[in-house]
Every structure is written in C-alpha cells, then in structure tokens.
C-alpha cells in the first residue's frame, strides 16, 4: 500500500511514487491546459489513457466525483471520460491567488463490469499574461531632507500583479533623472517591491521638489507595465536623524500567542534636542491593510504588540516597515524592517471529507443523504465505495493524519494518493442478509496531545437478481373431483424471492410439455402468472385422465431473469358417475337365456353373474339382487352373482317355457346407479357331466330390518346374554354327555353294518313339527343358515340310506373332507349317495356365503345334525317324519 507520507505531493511527483511504491490502488493521470481557453475545450480522454494500462479489463461508464459535481469547471463525458472545460471557464488567478503552480485535482469513477476503478486527475491550469502589474495610488508622494547623503533609501508603494512566475513584476523603470535611481528588492512574502535611492546630494534652494516616472513590467510576452507618478519634496535640512541599532528584525510568534502579546520593544536614538530629538514611530506605506489589523506599534513608546489572533495556516510571515520619525520642521526619518514569523501549534483537528458512490450511470436519480454510499451486492473484492480525504492546517507532526475505519470486516481502508484514502469492499456482501452497514472513520494527528476527528459513514448495499424464485414444494400433489365446472379452482402455487423491485416480482407460467397427454396442458388448466392459482379449463373426467403431470415455472423480472420448476400432480378423484354393465353372461337387447336342468337338486349353481363399473372404490363395489324380492325357486348372491336353485323344480315345471327372471347389479356410489337385465331359464331335461352347488344365504331383502338400539341397551344385553349362554352351556354340557354314551352304542340289530359306521339318533324334540320351523322352511326364513357342498366322484360305490327305529345311517367312501380343489367343483350323480361319517355344520349368517369346507378350514362352527338330517331330506323330497 502507499506509505503515509507527511507532505504534500503534487504533480507528477506524487504519480511517479505511487508508481514505484506499486501500492496506490488509485490511478493518477496528470493534464494541463491554459487559462481563459474557451468552454467546452477537449483536454483529454480517460479511456484513451487507461486503456495501455487496463487492456485486460474493461471498462465503462465514467462518473465524476469530486469537487466539481456541478460540471461548471470541468465536464466528464459518461461515455469514455472525455475532459472538456466546463461553461465557467478557468481563471487560474481567481481559482490559485499568487500561487506559482495552479492544479485542479478531482476524481473520477470508472464502473466495469465486476469492480468499481478510482481515477485521480490533477489538472495544472497554466498562466497566460493576461493582467498587467498596478501600483495601489497613481501618486506616490515621498519626502527627503536637504541634507539626505547619497545613498539613502526610500520605499515604494508595490505593484500587484495576479498573475504568477514570469508573468508577475519582473523590473522596475524610472524616468532618467540624475539625482534619483530605483533598485528591486524581493519580499518575504514572495512579491517584488522598489526602492528610491538618492545617487547625489540634494539642494532644496536650487530645487525642492522632483516628478518622477516609475513603471513595473512583468515578464509576459508581450511584456505588460504599470506606471505610477512618484513626487519628491525636498525638505529642509536636520542635522540629525533618528537611527535604529538594526536595520532589520526578525520575531518568532506562536499562532496560539494570547492578544496584547509583545513582539519588540523598538527604540530609535536622535541625538538632537527638543522637537529635532522627539521619535514618533509608525508603520511604513507599504504595510498591508491586514497587518495593519494584526498588529499594534505605539507612536511614543515603539512597542509592537498582537493586536489580533495570528493564524499559521493562514498565513506564516507578516513583514512590517516600521518608521521613525523626529518632531523637527524638517522631519527626518528613518526605516527598520521587522520580520514576523509565525510557530505552528496543534490548533486545528484533522478535516475528513466522504465522497460516497451515490450510484452506477443511468441508474436514475439517487437519494443524497449526507454519509450515504452506496455499492452494488454483486461487487467485486476490492471494489470502490466511498473516497475519504483528510487534511490538517497544522505543520510537521501537528499536520500528519492517520486514518482508521471500524465497525465491519466486509469493508476496509486503503490509501489513494497524498492524505485520500479509499473505502473498498473486502468480502462478498449479500443484501437479503445484511442490507446496510454502519462503520465508522476515525482520523487522528500526531500532535501532543493528538487531535481527532470521528465520522460515520453508512453503506447499503443495493439489491442485484441473485436469487432465484424459491418453490415452498418441490411437487404439488392435488386432487379434483371429476365432473368439475369449467373454471373451478385446483390450488395454489407459492415461489418466493427475497429480492428487490423488479428482481424480486414474481410471474408464473405453465409449461406445455407433460406425460401421455394428446392435448396440450394450457387446454385442460390454466395458471395465474401474478397469483399462482390453477383452474380446471375444462370438464375433467377421470376415467379418460386419471393423473395429470405437468410443469410449473417461476420467474422473477431480473435482467437476466431467474427461474425455478416445480412438479404437479393433479389427480382426478372419481365421482359415481359410471352406471354398472352387466358383462356375464352375454346379453342381446338386455337379457339373456340360460339353461335349467330339471333334476338340479337345490343349491344348483345356475350361473355365475359377471359386472363391470368403470368407477373406483366404492363406487365400483357391486352388489347383485332380485328388485322383485325374494324368488321361491331362485337365489342370488349379493357378490359374489351367484344365481342358484332354492329347491327342485317341481314336476309341472317341464311344462313351463322358460322361467324370466329380472336381476339388477347396484354400485356402492352415492347416490347409487344400477342396471338391469332379463334372464330367461330354460328347462332342460339333461344335467351336466359337472355340477357345482352352492351354499345358500337369504337375501338382503328377505332379511327383517332391526331397529336401532341404544348403544347402553345393547352392551347390557350381550352381557346378560352371554352370562346367561354360558350357564345354558354347562347344563347342556353335562346332560349331552349322559346321553350322548347311550346314543351312540351298538345295537345288535345293526350288526349287519360295516365296521366303520356308527348310528345317530335325530334328536328333533318336536317330531313333524320340525317341517314348518325355520330350519325346514323352504319359503326363504328357513334359508337363512345356509347349506354344504354334497360332492359324488362318478368312481364312488353308491349306496342306499337306511332308516331304522328312528335312526338315519348313510354310508359313503368318499369323506367330507376332501382336498380343496375337490370340494371346489364337485362332480353331480342323481344315484344317492352313501354318508359313511356326517358332521355337525353350523355355518352362520355372513355377508357371503361360505360353503364348508371353508368353515373347516377356519375351524368354524358346523351345522348340528339335527339340521343337517331336515335340510337332506328337503333335498330328495323325503317326508320329515321317517
């Protein structure tokens, strides 16, 4: 980095040792140009003489800093940082005063693409002669005594010129004369004063007063003069004139030196007597009005003392003309000349001055607020935000400044040139986390005890499209009922951006692309691009488009613009809007003829009814029914559409054409839809070689509605219930068992029997009645336990049952438990069969009838014999009391 250097560096001075330092982050350009030339001169191009220097960065737009924002003085072409003169124009004398060297220095931001360049300009304003040297009165009276020697010295008034270096008072002229000369004599103060000398003695009887011409010329091509008239009254002689002991004097005065102060206590020697030996002091003619203010010389005493605050950085050395003077009738006088120079103190605190970044060029109209800059997010390390200079009026230590910046990392201080500094971003910032930034600058002296001065300086960090709209959902999963109305509402779809402005507004769009669609997705919904919302467009009907996938993007309105994608998966929810079709058996104009053996024993599986509903879940769940109501001679299966036969045909039923018979198939839906269909049964003489038969189960019609009970009433009851069932249970447990070793003896009338048979008693209890209870009842109430499966292999031997004292003894070799796929699809005989075992069977009322080898595979109840007895000779049309 540029060291701290204490003094002040100026022209190419100071590039050639940022230069040799290879630390100043700020480039330097150095231009001159002439004053009084016209508005709107070209002096340079900046881009032009950065280009050797920066060919491998671009760059930009160009802004001017400071301190000629207003662009009176000096205009900056936004383009390529052209430097013309403004409409004001230079005057080198109004904007410099006497300074030798005249230069304008200004800074200029260049803005690249990624980093924001400093550019320092120092412009040296070179002088023309365009003002001639003047001497402050036309007439410039002087006196001298008759008895002057040759030599003596008189001061002349001095002639101001504004202009600088040669084409300042160079010479002076007199008109020719033999008894005076003038000579030149530079100042302290840097300005070229004259002197009067006496070259020959004076006679004021043969002359008393002389006209002289003085002319001052600059050194100007052309030259240009002033001319004054100098008149000499020759006065008449004194013996003596007052002397000082020295000719000069030189004081040193600290700026901080307290009113009344005293500088010198002057004394001038007369030896004369009375008025000729009485010395009043006073200031000599060329002392400037502003001295004169400063300063105080007492006429009787010579004391010189402060009359008013000195300030060294104002100005540093006062030179006074102090006169003595007698009281004579020809008073003579003599000079002295007192050099007062002023000792800097640490009386001034450092000055900082913050030319912040206000903004990139066509950005707009900035806010202005005092300690404001302002820097892009997506700036750079390194990259320029705020120009910080400081100054100190003092001199030596009291004048050096450091500067420090506090209060966040993500900025720091770097020095530019001379006494500037440069605040420069050294991290990443991102608004969304931190928008703005306090710091604080600190500039501090060297003096004892130092002096320091405390700014802040606010930086906010503008926003840039860095951030992608953001989806609350990856994928969107929602539903619609089907059948919608056009326009109906689906959801919504929410992306946030944390950006600013146009960066942070956010529009969504629809994309066309999705999965097994003939149609393009903007037919079927539509989105809302400021709101999200998703409409239906059209009529969605599931069973055409079960699932919708498509594609929702965000954008936001960065330049370049930001997207992000979601998925949405609109489902469409079914509606029971599909009435059932009959599929099986095939129907012709909504009926169909099936064959009817007329030896089918009851239980005959007639057909197997086969429906289809293109709806889902409950509205696809089926049922099948008689709408008539129960049918004496046909049952049919609520599910599983199993259309049967409750009993055989009676005889004249051969007479019959066809029995037409009207089932409906009801989905589970709300409300319900249905379909019909007419089967006609056709009596025929033949069975089939396979006949399967089902286990009945009575009919949701058949079945009595129950009222509702009280859910208290109910849990009373099953519990008194199965108290009760349970004392029933070990009364009839102990008095079964008692005649349960009766029963089962063997009779000696029986011995004609296989070994493997044994004998059971019918226990009815009731004798005939046992027809008409609901057991036997054949009218529907007595169907609701339902019946077995009766299965006869062709290969079986057959024989008749036998009937003796009350006892039924059935013999068969084929069990009743057969395998599975035997009792599957048992092969039907008319010879009767033989039981050789009989098993209880209680199978109880269900939602679907179960034949029984279900029941003993899951080791349900069996139907107890009794039953099983009643129920086989409904089947062969037994009479009940055998």
Known sequence: MCLGLTWPLTGLNSALLCLLLGGCLAETLRYS???????????????????????FRPLGPFLLMKPFSNSSLVRVREADGQLSIGEAGLDRERLCGPALQCVLAFDVVSFSQEQHRLVHVELEVRDINDHAPRFPRPLIPLEVSESAAPGTRLPLEIAADPDAGSNSVQRFRLSPDSHFGVEAQPRADGALGAELVLLRELDRESQAAYTLELVAED????????????????????????????????????????????????????PDEGPNGEIVYGFGSRVPAEARRLFRLDPLSGRLTLEGPVDYERQRTYEL???????????????????VRLADVNDNAPGISISPLRGAPGAGPAPAPAGVAYVSEAAARDSFVALVSTSDGDSGPNGQVRCALYGHEHFALQRAYADSYMVVTAAPLDRERVPEYNLT????????????????????????????????????????????????????????DPDLGRNGKVLYRLLEEARGLGA???????????????RARQRLDREALELLEAEVEACDGGAPRLCQRARLRLRVADQNDNAPVISAPPLANGSAELPLPLGAPAGYLIARLAARDADQGANAELAFSLPGGAHPLFALGRESGELALRRRLPPEAAAEAAFPLVVAVRDGGRPSLSCTATLRLVPADALPS??????????????????????????????????????????????????SKRRFQRRPEDSHSSPDQFSVKEDS??????????????????????LFYIHQSQTSKTHPFHYKNGYMIAYST?????????????????????????????????????????RVLTGAPVMPPTTLSRQYKELNHLPQNT
Request: net charge negative.
């Open 520 to 534: 393009p997705v903007s037919s079927l919904i539509s989105l809302d691009p400021h709101s999200g919302a998703i």
């Open 765 to 786: 209890g009731k004798g005939d009645s046992e027809f008409n209870d609901s057991d036997s009842d054949i009218s529907g109430e007595g169907l609701k336990t339902p």
């Open 441 to 496: 600058l600190v500039a501090e002296d060297l003096g004892a005890p130092p002096f320091k001065t405390v700014r802040q300086l606010t930086v906010r960090v503008s926003d840039e499209n860095d951030n992608a709209p953001l989806f609350s959902r990856a994928a969107y999963e929602v539903a619609l009922l089907e059948n919608n109305p056009p326009g109906a509402y689906v959801a919504t779809v929410v992306a946030r």
């Open 690 to 739: 396979r006949v399967e038969i089902v286990a009945l189960q009575s009919s949701a019609e058949e079945r009595q509605p129950q009222p509702a009970l009280d859910l208290s009433v109910v849990l009373i009851a099953v519990l008194a219930g199965g108290c009760g069932s349970l004392l029933i249970a070990i009364v009839a447990v102990a008095s079964t068992c008692g005649r």
């Open 33 to 55: 140009t002439f004053e009084e030339d016209a508005p709107s001169t070209v002096i340079g191009v900046l881009q032009d003489d950065l280009q050797p220097r920066a060919a």
């Open 321 to 339: 003309d102090v006169q003595a003077q007698d009281r004579g009738a020809s008073p003579l006088a003599a000079t002295c000349k007192v050099l």
């Open 814 to 854: 084929t069990p009743i438990y057969q395998p599975i796929p035997q009792l599957g699809m048992p092969n039907f005989h008319p010879q009767q069969p033989k039981v050789k075992e009989c098993y209880q069977v209680n199978i109880p009322k269900t939602e679907r009838p179960q034949n029984v080898y279900e």
């Open 219 to 270: 050194g100007g091509s052309p030259a240009r003069a002033g001319t004054a008239t100098v008149s000499v009254r020759v006065l008449d002689a004194n013996d003596n004139s007052p002397a000082f002991p020295q000719g000069a004097l030189t004081v040193e005065l600290g700026e901080d030196a307290p009113r009344g102060s005293l500088l010198l206590d002057l004394e001038a020697a007369d």
